[in-house]
């Protein structure tokens, strides 16, 4: 697919492009002091001249001015939610004459234009569509939302200090699984699809070919990106180091910070625990099944026929980020982090798990 140069006066045009071919737009809008993902119609409705600054247990956006379209990096908000909702019903069960009825509950595909999805994202939603999608049985409810998904992505030209895509892997560049990517430059967007639909959408704007020297000005700015990223993790030594480093005194320490308040699974890109609620109606003529969001972290989460087997909170901190980084590999044989940073940020206690892990592979502090 070619490289295409958009002038940033025309982007309405992607926008009503987009809207014709009967999506709905889907961008990061600024809501009480964060970027949510809302219904965008024009320009106008993105975070035009906002940027936003992330460090451990922080988030704050400023209005910088300037017309930089995408200069906030990402909210507490993935992609996850468009494709894996949060609370969702499954099935619904009833009284009859002769017994029960059960009727599946499973949503409609609706067409969704994702606007300005960044590549830590990307990979965050693949692996999601590994674990959902990539086995003899597809999850129903997850498939019908996936289906209708049309996603474009943007590179990412600015890092923030919690970032650290760039050590796993899946970032700041987009390299797989979007319709469209875009780059912002100063006065233009370069634009390339990934796919026919993307390319449709392309063949109706307005474009012409990118040159060279923008290509390379958008390249050097992507590799910039990644070179002032300061936080990493060390692939290298996992997943072997953590399972060695099951008995290290850093267990101990973490949770005694830990306010097992799950708020890092919350915001994972690729968290997927969830519980099952029955919801029975007033009259109990009826029942409905829910699935909603659950995490490793909550009391409950490891009780099984009466006994907890992740009784306390080091338990669970040393089961989550194990799972996370080391037998998530050995599970799907890829990470389960992608290196987005939001658990550092939205960590109220603002634990880093590139600290963290940087602590527990070292063999020093080992038990």
Not at 45 to 64: C, F, M, N, T, V
Not at 173 to 187: I, R
Request: hydrophobic share 35%; charged share 25%; proline share 5%.
């Amino acid at each position: 697919m070619n490289w295409h140069a958009l002038p940033k006066q025309a982007f309405q045009s992607l926008l009503d492009t987009l809207h014709g071919h009967g999506y709905r737009v889907v961008g990061p809008v600024v809501r009480d002091g964060a970027v949510v993902w809302d219904t965008v119609r024009r320009t106008e409705d993105l975070p035009i001249g906002w940027r936003d600054k992330q460090e451990p247990a922080r988030y704050r956006l400023d209005h910088s001015g300037g017309d930089r379209v995408f200069g906030v990096v990402h909210g507490p908000q993935s992609v996850k939610p468009f494709a894996f909702a949060s609370r969702e019903p499954l099935l619904t069960i009833r009284r009859a004459s002769d017994g029960l009825s059960v009727s599946q509950t499973v949503p409609t595909s609706e067409p969704i234009a994702l606007l300005g999805v960044r590549s830590c994202d990307l990979a965050g939603l693949a692996i999601q569509d590994r674990i959902f999608l990539g086995d003899a049985y597809a999850d129903p409810y997850y498939q019908k939302r996936r289906e209708g998904l049309f996603l474009v992505a943007v590179n990412c030209t600015r890092a923030l200090s919690t970032c650290f895509c760039a050590s796993m892997g899946t970032g700041p560049e987009a390299s797989a699984g979007y319709d469209l990517v875009l780059t912002e430059l100063d006065d233009s967007f370069i634009v390339r699809s990934g796919s026919q639909r993307g390319e449709d959408i392309v063949q109706a704007l307005s474009v012409s070919p990118a040159s060279s020297a923008l290509q390379e000005e958008a390249q050097a700015r992507i590799r910039g990106c990644a070179e002032s990223q300061t936080r990493g993790i060390d692939r290298a030594r996992l997943p072997q180091g953590l399972y060695d480093a099951h008995e290290h005194a850093r267990w101990d320490d973490v949770a005694n910070r830990c306010l097992a308040c799950t708020n890092c699974t919350m915001v994972c890109p690729t968290c997927f625990c969830h519980t099952v609620e029955e919801v029975p109606s007033l009259d109990r003529s009826s029942s409905e099944r829910l699935r909603a969001w659950d995490s490793c972290f909550t009391p409950d989460h490891g009780g099984v026929y009466g006994k907890n087997f992740r009784p306390t909170i080091k338990d669970r901190y040393r089961q989550w980020l194990t799972h996370k980084v080391a037998s998530w590999i050995d599970q799907f044989g890829m990470s389960g982090c992608v290196g987005c940073g939001r658990c550092i940020t939205w960590c109220p206690v603002g634990i880093d798990i590139t600290e963290e892990l940087r602590v527990l592979l070292d063999r020093k502090g080992a038990a």
